[in-house]
């Protein structure tokens, strides 16, 4: 099946922009529980209205197993798995299908990079002008575990938290290493 560019542009955004936010969840909500983060606050409610129809009916099939909720891992892979198969049905390829979870991996990965680089910069922004909202503990206990190493590397400037910006370079170096990755297995 062909479609025009700009169709297939606006239905490649419009997927990646429901992928994003409900795989993003998915990913959130894993992270959230392996944090041990409790879900009686805003975020935890965003997370479970935007993905329990996802990852509840996955859980009847693989039940929860110690601190990895796996199910919301599966759930936002085949989220991915099922936006690069419509791109690439809708684009017209002829593609090996053994090649589509491998993309929808490296997508995956892409999300989860994506995902955290967002919760840095919302926890930075949050932490210098908000610091009695609701969020600000949720965001603190998530972003601790990146921040934590950096923090011993990284000393206050001015008073000045450095290591989230640290942490977002960082992170956008892996995207960077990680698109480099695909494009050689894609070769």
């Known amino acids: 099946m062909f479609i025009p560019a700009?169709?297939?542009q606006i239905?490649?955004?419009?997927?990646d922009v429901a992928v994003g936010l409900v795989g993003g969840a998915c990913l959130l909500r894993l992270y959230m529980q392996q944090q041990r983060v409790p879900f009686n606050n805003p975020v935890g409610r965003f997370v479970f209205a935007v993905t329990d129809w996802a990852v509840l009916p996955?859980?009847?099939?693989?039940?929860?197993?110690?601190?990895?909720?796996?199910?919301?891992?599966?759930?936002?892979?085949l989220l991915v798995l099922a936006q690069y198969g419509v791109l690439w049905t809708l684009?017209?390829?002829?593609?090996?299908?053994?090649?589509?979870?491998?993309?929808?991996?490296?997508?995956l990965l892409r999300l989860v990079i994506s995902g955290l680089t967002g919760l840095l910069i919302v926890y930075a922004v949050l932490s210098w002008v908000q610091t009695d909202s609701p969020l600000t503990s949720v965001l603190e206990r998530l972003s601790a575990p990146l921040l934590r190493p950096l923090r011993k590397l990284i000393p206050l400037v001015g008073g000045v938290d450095l290591s989230p910006l640290a942490a977002i370079v960082l992170l956008q170096v892996a995207a960077m290493v990680l698109?480099?990755?695909?494009?050689?297995?894609?070769r």
Do not use: E, H
Not at 58 to 77: T, Y
Not at 179 to 186: F, K, P, R
């Open 6 to 8: 700009t169709l297939y």
């Open 58 to 77: 996955l859980r009847k099939l693989l039940p929860v197993k110690g601190k990895w909720d796996l199910v919301c891992l599966l759930a936002a892979f």
């Open 91 to 107: 684009a017209g390829f002829a593609w090996n299908p053994a090649l589509l979870p491998v993309m929808a991996i490296f997508g």
């Open 11 to 15: 239905i490649s955004f419009l997927l």
């Open 179 to 186: 698109g480099s990755v695909q494009l050689s297995v894609m």
